[in-house]
């Protein structure tokens, strides 16, 4: 069921995960601020997950799980997953395009 998977990332996500950017903090990169979006996609705002572990200041994007970003600083496969999930949840229409060729290519 992959292609309903992404389907869902792609069409629905944003929907039932929605978020809007807070104010800037402390924190550890997501979306088109972390790897591998960050190589692609320059941009002068940042996102972060608000953490005392990070270490770029940005606007703040709550976690689509509490546990996310601990977990993410564990595994850089998930973190890539997590970051580029995050920016179909926040990013506009180049991010968001970005986001789902490179998880088409991972899943």
């Given at each position: ?18 978020q ?59 973190y ?14 180049r ?13």
């Amino acid at each position: 069921m992959k292609l309903a998977f992404l389907d869902f990332l792609q069409f629905g996500l944003k929907y039932v995960f929605p978020q809007k950017p807070g104010p800037v903090v402390r924190g550890i990169p997501t979306s088109h601020s972390a790897a591998p979006l960050r190589d692609q996609i320059k941009s002068s705002e940042n996102y972060v997950w608000p953490s005392g572990k990070g270490m770029l200041r940005g606007q703040s994007i709550i976690p689509i799980y509490s546990s996310a970003p601990e977990a993410a600083l564990k595994d850089n496969v998930l973190y890539e997953l997590l970051a580029l999930v995050d920016a179909l949840r926040v990013g506009k229409a180049r991010e968001r395009e970005r986001a789902i060729f490179e998880l088409k290519r991972r899943i």
